[in-house]
């Protein structure tokens, strides 16, 4: 099986900055895309931001100029580097990874996530 294990989440300020880590483990062939999302209290889970294998990234219009998505394919691991954080942004990340666990099947799997809480 593939685990995802996430970390760097915590209290910020508002203005401030955290970088979360999500690092892939167990049985992976490759590993297609990455991604960040999050849910607020009472709210569905949305994309923040997208990384492909070749380093094509995609980004919510909320987190544009603000988030930076990256990844260590070497490490199996991807990385959101968040900066000007508002109070809005306070929610459960999750990292999600598309997965090749064998040369011919591939799924989805998710993180188990951790909080992220702007706040003064």
């Known amino acids: 099986q593939v685990q995802l294990v996430e970390s760097g989440g915590g209290l910020v300020q508002p203005g401030g900055s955290l970088r979360l880590s999500c690092a892939a483990s167990?049985?992976?062939?490759?590993?297609?895309?990455m991604g960040w999302y999050r849910q607020a209290p009472g709210k569905e889970r949305e994309l923040v931001a997208t990384?492909?294998?070749?380093?094509?990234?995609k980004y919510a219009d909320s987190v544009k100029g603000r988030f930076t998505i990256s990844r260590d394919n070497a490490k199996n691991t991807t990385y959101i580097e968040m900066n000007s954080l508002k109070p809005e942004d306070t929610a459960v990340y999750y990292c999600h990874a598309r997965v090749a666990y064998t040369r011919w099947a591939m799924g989805g799997f998710w993180g188990q996530g951790t909080q992220v809480t702007v706040s003064s």
């Open positions: 167990g049985s992976i062939f490759s590993i297609n895309d």
């Open positions: 990384v492909s294998s070749g380093g094509s990234t």
